[in-house]
């Protein structure tokens, strides 16, 4: 009896290891929390065209929204809309935590109420079918990015201003 009990005690001692190994794990790893991030190293590279480029296609979809009659495509279009505005967020806050300085706040007195109201902007366009709202959030992230491209911290950048 070659593969015996001996065979049997090793084969079951390695999955009781293989248990206790993935048991440990996960308990290491049950409290993590994901991360998302531009890219967490503070690479230099930032643009509100990013933010824009969301806030439009939010715009646009709810347009394409308005002149279907196709139920299924207006699901669709309902949930790209909100998944769009959820990255306007996003790319504001990078710029709101990452480019700007306390200099940058105290040289443009209305950036926060601007960073403010393009967020919660974008949380009014997840909650709205209503084109208006749409266009008001693309009119706050102008003035952000008119803001930005007056810093010299974007003039170093390597990215290029709107023509």
């Given at each position: 009896?070659?593969?015996?009990?001996g065979?049997?005690?090793?084969?079951?001692?390695?999955?009781?290891?293989?248990?206790?190994?993935?048991?440990?794990?996960?308990?290491?790893?049950?409290?993590?929390?994901?991360?998302?991030?531009?890219?967490?190293?503070?690479c230099?590279?930032?643009?509100?065209?990013?933010?824009?480029?969301?806030a439009?296609?939010c715009?646009?979809?709810?347009?394409?929204?308005?002149?279907?009659?196709?139920?299924?495509?207006k699901?669709?279009a309902?949930?790209?809309?909100?998944?769009?505005?959820?990255?306007?967020?996003?790319h504001?806050?990078v710029?709101?935590?990452?480019f700007?300085?306390?200099?940058?706040?105290?040289?443009?007195?209305?950036?926060?109420?601007?960073?403010?109201?393009?967020?919660?902007?974008?949380?009014?366009?997840?909650?709205?079918?209503d084109?208006?709202?749409?266009?008001?959030l693309?009119k706050?992230?102008d003035?952000?990015?008119?803001?930005?491209?007056?810093?010299?911290?974007?003039?170093?950048?390597?990215?290029?201003?709107?023509?």
């Amino acid at each position: 009896m070659a593969h015996g009990y001996g065979a049997w005690a090793k084969g079951k001692l390695r999955h009781m290891l293989h248990r206790l190994f993935d048991s440990a794990v996960s308990r290491a790893f049950s409290e993590a929390t994901p991360a998302h991030a531009h890219c967490d190293l503070y690479c230099g590279v930032y643009d509100p065209a990013q933010a824009k480029i969301e806030a439009l296609s939010c715009l646009k979809t709810l347009q394409k929204y308005h002149d279907s009659d196709d139920e299924h495509f207006k699901i669709r279009a309902i949930l790209i809309k909100e998944q769009r505005a959820e990255e306007v967020k996003h790319h504001l806050m990078v710029l709101w935590a990452d480019f700007f300085t306390k200099d940058h706040f105290e040289q443009f007195p209305n950036l926060h109420q601007l960073f403010w109201d393009g967020v919660h902007g974008a949380g009014d366009v997840k909650k709205s079918l209503d084109v208006a709202v749409a266009e008001k959030l693309l009119k706050t992230i102008d003035e952000i990015a008119d803001i930005f491209w007056q810093t010299d911290k974007a003039k170093q950048m390597g990215v290029y201003p709107p023509a």
